[in-house]
């Protein structure tokens, strides 16, 4: 049977962002909120974000040319724009890239820049609903719960199959966002979401890749791949395991 999906889907988590290490410095001091000047939509890559975007950079420079990408989608946000960017640079030939807001990191509302502690203690009562309706269906105060993410990736892909069908096709995009592409191609129940989430923290820079596989559905083939990074002399970098029933959690992070 024909495949009506792209020949390759790749996911590419950003690198490293002052973000992350903003989030990371937070929970060590068990401070209530991110030491973070920046928007969410402006947060750039750290150095090392710098120098594992340029390690994925080598890696296309190394791929035979009938496996590079021929098209390329980043989320609008700074610290995936510049890792698409700086993967590009050393990437022969030109690439058609293009910006899509559905790809946008998780929008946190009124938690943006605060640790889960900071959201327990000032708002004890979301911290409640939170532990009650759960991770994946709970929405912050004027942001987003996984399940919309979930309806912007539906979105996103139905438009990837009819505009890209048989072409290799990577996306720069965010941690929430890409456990969100799961859940759809691997039809995941909202547990099976969660369990992975937990289990395997999403690298800095990684790889996940799909590719057709029975009646030419997009099929995993690769999750969370570093070896780029790791033999590039860069950090592998990625947040720290946490559970998936943890009343506050660190869905203040920005991934």
């Known amino acids: 049977m024909a495949s009506s999906a792209p020949s390759e889907l790749v996911l590419v988590r950003h690198g490293e962002s002052v973000g992350n290490l903003a989030a990371s410095a937070a929970s060590a001091r068990g401070a209530p909120r991110l030491d973070l000047a920046y928007r969410d939509p402006d947060t750039p890559l750290s150095d090392n974000g710098v120098s594992q975007a340029r390690s994925l950079g080598h890696y296309l420079s190394a791929l035979p040319e009938q496996e590079r990408p021929q098209t390329v989608v980043s989320s609008p946000y700074v610290r995936a724009t510049s890792t698409m960017d700086h993967a590009l640079a ?6 058609p890239t293009r910006r899509d807001e559905r790809l946008r990191e998780r929008d946190l509302g009124l938690f943006d820049g605060m640790t889960g502690r900071g959201i ?3 708002y004890p009562e ?3 609903r939170r532990a009650a309706m759960g991770k994946f269906y709970y929405r912050p105060p004027g942001g987003e719960s996984w399940t919309d993410v979930v309806l912007r ?4 892909l139905a438009d990837t199959s009819r ?3 048989d072409a290799r096709v990577w996306v720069f995009s965010h941690q929430a966002v890409i456990m969100a592409f ?3 191609l691997e039809s995941l129940s909202e547990e099976e979401l ?3 989430d937990a289990d395997t923290p999403l690298g800095n820079c990684s790889l996940t890749t799909y590719r057709p596989g ?3 559905v997009l099929a995993l083939v690769a999750y969370g791949e570093v070896g780029h990074v790791e033999s590039s002399g860069a950090e592998p970098t990625h947040e720290e395991p946490h559970t998936p029933h943890d009343p506050a959690g660190p869905d203040s992070r920005r991934g």
Do not use: I
């Not at 050393?90 to 690439?95: H, R, Y």
């Not at 990736?153 to 996103?156: C, L, N, S």
């Open 214 to 216: 029975n009646a030419g």
């Open 182 to 184: 799961r859940y759809v």
């Open 153 to 156: 990736v539906r979105h996103f």
């Open 163 to 165: 505009d890209h069908r």
């Open 90 to 95: 050393a990437c022969p030939g030109e690439v």
């Open 194 to 196: 969660l369990a992975a």
């Open 120 to 122: 327990t203690q000032e």
């Open 126 to 128: 979301e911290a409640k």
